[in-house]
């Protein structure tokens, strides 16, 4: 399996990015799919999720200004993220539920980096 990551760049706060991932080598389309984000010194946490069926579920801190969807045919799930804050900078990853595994290992690829500037 194969995880891509792209679309993050460094754009000002209030700025918008739009993430992609594509999955390569194992499809994701019958499992829910998240992305996370990694800030320098913190722990990976859930930003935002989305069910099979297409429910979704937001990190507080994104509620409102984060929009996951997903297009199984291409195996890719994206993330719409508007109203940037400096506080959103961080490597953004995403995953199936539960992630995808080599060698015995989570799997997360290299993830995209987002950097908000105030």
């Known amino acids: 399996v194969q995880l891509q990551a792209s679309g993050g760049g460094l754009v000002q706060a209030g700025g918008s990015l739009r993430l992609s991932c594509a999955a390569s080598?194992?499809?994701?389309?019958?499992?829910?799919v998240a992305w996370y984000r990694q800030a320098p010194g913190k722990q990976r946490e859930l930003v935002a999720l989305?069910?099979?069926?297409?429910?979704?579920n937001y990190a507080d801190s994104v509620k409102g200004r984060f929009t996951i969807s997903r297009d199984n045919a291409k195996n890719t799930v994206y993330l719409q993220m508007n109203s940037l804050k400096p506080d959103d900078t961080a490597v953004y990853y995403c995953?199936?539920?539960?992630?995808?595994?080599?060698?015995?290992?989570?799997?997360w690829g290299q993830g995209t980096q987002v950097t908000v500037s105030s």
């Open positions: 080598g194992r499809s994701f389309s019958l499992n829910a």
């Open positions: 989305i069910a099979s069926g297409g429910n979704t």
């Open positions: 995953n199936r539920i539960p992630p995808f595994s080599r060698g015995g290992f989570d799997y």
